[in-house]
């Protein structure tokens, strides 16, 4: 037995050794690590167990008779150190395999209270050092509940204990214990403490090259991770691809067996990308806020389940999520401050369990992936926008150049930066020099700088014509640039040569045909006129109503006829500017219908409001437009009806306003009254005739002047509108100029 008792002391004294050193260490490393610290704890009731019984088998040898005190002393600390480790290792197993009852550490902690109560309150002290036999007596029930729950744990969760050392570890201890307490002889003693002693440091050198050394060694793959993540940001990979590389690094990391990454789209989280899981799954969706992901997503916070269908109570993520899946980690993807999607690592039922570092490893790659994702999508919608711009800047240069009308465009130094074939061809200097165009084009094409830039400043268009080669262009120059930031200038020339032929022509034509009619109609009026005097005493009624159709009619005429010429006149004549006053133009146009108006019993009220703003424009073609607003109001107004007319400033506008109490105009055909020739369909104005050019006359004089004309009207009357711009100083001199 010598060389027995030998062996064990000397794995006894280096056990104690190794103990005390990984002891130090692990609480060095992290001691706020609940497996850590429940570790020490074990290593500490090793030491006391390993120090009484090196104590105890020393005096075994040496025999002294007087040194029984010191055999009884180490006895007792054998039995404790034996008791508190056997409690020890079934909460280290416990929390390696991550199945612990509620209260867990209250539930230790009782069972250490009672266990030193026991030892040192009831247990009956031994008289002799050489009751080996009754040593653990007080300690199989004790071993029986502990001993044998560590040993089912380790079997029924031995695939969350992923190291074949720490497995076996664990086993050889609580077998070394059980020798021990099923047998309690002096050589049995010897043989217990050489099995649970080499179990403890091949437990303890597992536990440091896991806790250690892997992380240590797992660093490199993580920086290697983060720096493939950092390469698929800079090269600019696909998004599923990025996503597909989070998803494989995830289960690398955490050694999961399924993982399945989640994207916010809109109120709703789609599943893109899953290994481990059928791939049918993929692109499924779920309500923010429902199962693990969506919530993960909702809170912004990371979740982690021990058990998936004892955790978890809310809806499933996947379908039969809660019998399939075991121990579950889910991080969300925040870039900025917002959360893009989720990350979630799943082991299967029975397999490993996750722990708060793989938590932080988890969540230092989410937050890489939600970069890497969020600059994957940018790119994408990047590459997108670039595409549409380019396809719409290729197919408005191949519109540009095939189309037959000039285009130019300069930057703000006037330096060409863009001309089409028409404009080479009309410019063929611009082709070939890089001088501004201020330089190589005839003064006479180029627009007036101050008014154009003024033009486009408030307007952002100017339009002006050039004659060019005996060519009539009408251009039209605009901006490029947003806001006040302008990069330069386009004009589009439009080639208007026969448009203008033609119109020239058409005016010629119709003031010819307008004079030619006028003579001979003028005549038939006068001999209707004569013809009416000369049978004013006939008898026959018949022919004094055919007289008076005949003189209605050629009224009539004369009136379409005037009022063609006046629309020609003022569209093609040009205006006599002069300083016009509000109240003279109304005075003169009221003065003209106060004795019309009272043949029908209408009063006609005029005001002019103090301070009203003069006008810059033709006196007598604002007073035949007012005029024809009058006439109209007197005509469609019933008898005993109101007109008023009023004259007053808004803003930098004159206002000149009509308004009576006649019978209205349809909604319908209020849009198109300006419009030539056109009538409304108003009920109870069939009698009333006219030519359809009043109001349009109307509108060509507003717009004449730089202001326009509009209406309301509804059945109990309708109000006209005309708004010219007030005389300004700046708007005078600008005419002026």
């Known amino acids: 037995m010598q060389p027995l008792t030998t062996a064990t002391t000397l794995i006894n004294s280096l056990t104690l050794v190794m103990t005390l050193a990984l002891l130090i260490i692990i609480i060095w490393h992290d001691r706020r690590k609940e497996q850590n610290q429940f570790f020490a704890l074990f290593l500490f009731a090793v030491t006391l167990w390993s120090s009484g019984t090196l104590l105890l088998i020393a005096s075994s040898v040496i025999g002294i008779e007087a040194q029984l005190q010191i055999q009884v002393f180490a006895a007792g600390v054998m039995r404790t150190g034996f008791s508190v480790a056997i409690v020890m290792i079934y909460a280290f197993t416990a929390i390696l395999v991550s199945v612990r009852p509620r209260h867990f550490q209250t539930i230790i902690t009782l069972a250490l209270l009672l266990l030193f109560c026991y030892q040192f309150f009831i247990e009956q002290r031994f008289s002799r050092a050489q009751d080996v036999s009754q040593l653990y007596q007080s300690s199989v029930g004790l071993y029986l509940v502990f001993g044998v729950t560590t040993l089912y744990l380790l079997w029924r969760y031995r695939a969350r204990v992923p190291s074949y050392t720490l497995r076996w570890g664990v086993f050889a201890f609580v077998m070394g214990q059980g020798i021990s307490a099923l047998e309690s002889s002096l050589q049995t003693l010897s043989i217990s403490i ?53 998803v494989q690094q995830a289960e690398q990391w955490l050694r999961a067996d399924a993982v399945a990454l989640f994207l916010k789209e809109q109120d709703r989280i789609r ?13 499924i ?58 990350l979630m690592v799943i082991s299967g039922k029975h397999n490993r369990a996750f722990n708060d570092e793989d938590v932080y490893l988890l969540e230092m790659l989410g937050a890489q992936a939600a970069v890497a994702i969020t600059h994957g999508q940018f790119f994408n919608t990047q590459q997108r926008l670039t595409q549409k711009i380019e396809q719409a800047r290729n197919q408005l240069e191949t519109v540009l150049i095939s189309t037959e009308n000039p285009v130019i465009a ?54 002006y014509e050039l004659v060019h080669q005996d060519r009539v262009y009408f251009s039209h120059l605009a901006a490029i640039g947003q806001g006040h930031q ?58 004094h109503e055919s007289i008076g159709k005949i003189d209605r009619q050629l009224n009539r005429m004369y009136r379409i ?11 093609t004549g040009k205006r006599a500017l002069q300083v016009c006053s509000p109240d003279v133009i109304v005075s003169n146009t009221v003065r003209d219908f106060r004795s019309v ?14 301070g009203v703003m003069p006008v810059l424009g033709d006196a007598g073609q604002l007073e035949r437009a007012l005029s024809n607003l009058v006439e109209n109001a007197i005509k469609f107004t019933p008898e005993s009806g109101h007109i008023d007319v009023k004259a007053y400033s808004e803003g930098n506008s004159t206002i000149l306003m009509v308004r009576d109490t006649g019978i209205g105009i349809p909604a ?47 059945a109990h009357g309708t109000t006209f509108y005309i708004s010219i711009p007030s005389a300004t100083d700046s708007m005078m001199t600008e005419y002026v100029n």
């Open 668 to 714: 319908d055909d209020q849009s198109k009254v300006f419009d030539s020739f056109f009538r409304a369909n108003q009920r109870g104005a069939e009698h009333i005739t006219g030519t359809g050019l009043g109001l349009h006359l109307v509108k060509t004089v507003a717009e004449g002047h730089g202001g326009n004309v509009w209406l309301d009207s509804d």
């Open 194 to 246: 050489l099995i649970s002693s080499s179990a403890v440091m091949v437990l303890g050198l597992s536990l440091l090259h896991r806790e250690i050394i892997l992380p240590l060694r797992d660093r490199n793959s993580q920086v290697e991770a983060m720096h493939s993540m950092s390469l698929a940001v800079t090269s600019q990979l696909a998004v599923q691809t990025i996503i597909r590389q989070i």
């Open 561 to 571: 006829i005037s009022g063609v010429l006046d629309v020609e006149r003022l569209r």
């Open 486 to 543: 302008i990069e330069g200038w386009v004009a589009v020339l439009n080639d208007v040569t026969e448009l203008k032929e033609l119109d020239r022509i058409k005016s010629e034509m119709v003031r010819m045909t307008s004079h030619d009619l006028k003579n001979p109609l003028q005549a038939a009026m006068a001999h209707a006129e004569l013809l009416d005097d000369i049978l004013m005493d006939h008898p026959d009624e018949d022919v």
């Open 410 to 463: 300069v930057n703000r130094r006037f330096e060409v930066i863009f001309v089409n074939l028409a404009a080479e061809r009309l410019f063929p200097v611009l082709k070939y020099t890089s001088q501004p165009i201020t330089e190589v084009l005839p003064a006479e094409v180029l627009p007036p700088y101050s008014k154009a830039y003024r033009s486009i400043r408030h307007s952002r268009a100017y339009t």
């Open 271 to 283: 599943m893109a990308e899953v290994t481990g899981l059928p791939r049918q799954f993929v692109d």
């Open 597 to 610: 108006a009272e043949d029908k019993k209408i009063d006609i009220d005029v005001d002019i409001a103090p």
């Open 285 to 342: 969706t779920l309500p923010i806020g429902e199962g693990v992901s969506g919530q993960v997503i909702e809170t912004k916070k990371s979740v982690i389940l021990e058990n998936y269908a004892t955790d978890w109570s809310q809806e499933p993520d996947l379908p039969l999520a809660t019998q399939t899946f075991g121990a579950v980690v889910c991080v969300p993807l925040v870039s900025g401050e917002e959360t893009i999607g989720a």
